[in-house]
């Protein structure tokens, strides 16, 4: 049996009182509905390196050099740079089994983009820095899923971080336990559809080097290229559009057996889903239906169906 995902996430945003004020960020869909799924991995980093709780509030402040350090709000002579640097650097190899990571937004520390940076006399700069510890974290696995907890109020930001997590999960499983050609290529024909609904151009490039598999000598080299493309493709949400041939793909399979009136019906559910009049959820339950009455080996294989665990329910809430 798999185990759950692992998802590293910021202290805070678990409920930790662990913010420089003494507080927390609690984040009520991780903590009460995905936790359920997976098992978070709290770390706040500010901790990690001995800052108290309370504690004088942190900024990112740029040289005239353009070297970005970690200093205090109160007084930018007071540097941490070092200390967290070493810590997130040391932290990574505690990551290796993780399938997605979840930050605090705007943090010195975890914020993953428009951070606000200062200059070096204090004033006020640009929204274009990146928390220490996440531009490590995302420097050292550049296909890991990594999102802020503001972004996951976005329901198609939260599918699509979630369905990542889980795709990412299946494949380390992979990896870890029955890591062969066989399998990679079973994998990736149980997500075709899902990366079509994706990008169209990606799905259509991957195909060639999936099938020089067996050019590649080394195994283990063709996987970590083969992650970094999967995991790419499926980074970009699934838009309307591309859902929309992809399931107008999956009705076709269903032609030969549907009376006029069903084909129109399942044509009209589809096509209000494209015009955002009905969520993702109601022309997949209808065609789950149909595939239930109308098995085909195929699409029973695909991943696209079920991407990750129902009862999260995320598609109902995507337009």
């Not at 997130?88 to 930050?103: A, I, N, P, Q, T």
């Not at 198609?156 to 971080?161: A, Y």
């Not at 066989?182 to 259509?204: C, I, M, P, V």
Request: glycine content about 6%.
């Amino acid at each position: 049996m798999i185990k759950k995902p692992v998802i590293g996430i910021s202290g805070c945003l678990a409920g930790s009182a662990v913010r420089f004020d003494g507080g927390h960020k609690r984040a009520d869909f991780l903590m009460d509905k995905l936790v359920e799924w997976v098992t978070f991995r709290p770390v706040c980093p500010e901790m990690a390196i001995g800052l108290p709780v309370p504690r004088p509030a942190l900024r990112l402040v740029r040289s005239t050099q353009g070297n970005i350090r970690m200093c205090f709000s109160h007084d930018q002579n007071e540097d941490v740079t070092e200390r967290m640097t070493e810590f997130s650097r040391s932290y990574m190899d505690k990551l290796k089994d993780v399938s997605g990571f979840v930050v605090c937004a705007k943090s010195p520390s975890c914020g993953m983009e428009r951070v606000r940076v200062y200059d070096e006399n204090g004033n006020r700069g640009r929204k274009d820095g990146v928390g220490l510890f996440t531009s490590t974290l995302m420097e050292k696995f550049s296909w890991l899923p990594v999102e802020e907890d503001g972004r996951l109020h976005d329901p198609v930001l939260r599918e699509n971080f979630v369905e990542r997590v889980f795709a990412l999960h299946e494949l380390n499983h992979l990896y870890k336990e029955k890591l062969s050609r066989r399998e990679l290529l079973a994998f990736h024909s149980r997500y075709k559809l899902q990366l079509l609904a994706h990008s169209q151009a990606g799905y259509k490039d991957m195909g060639p080097f999936v099938a020089a598999i067996h050019e590649w000598a080394d195994l283990e080299s063709y996987f970590e290229v083969y992650r970094d493309k999967l995991m790419a493709i499926l980074r970009k949400p699934a838009s309307r559009k591309n859902h929309t041939n992809v399931m107008m793909h999956i009705q076709g399979y269903f032609s030969n057996y549907l009376s006029t009136r069903q084909r129109k019906e399942l044509s009209e559910v589809i096509l209000n889903y494209r015009s955002g009049t009905l969520p993702l959820l109601a022309p997949l339950t209808l065609l789950k239906h149909y595939l239930g009455e109308y098995p085909n080996d195929y699409l029973l294989t695909q991943n696209y169906f079920d991407p990750y665990p129902d009862e999260l329910a995320l598609r109902l809430m995507v337009n």
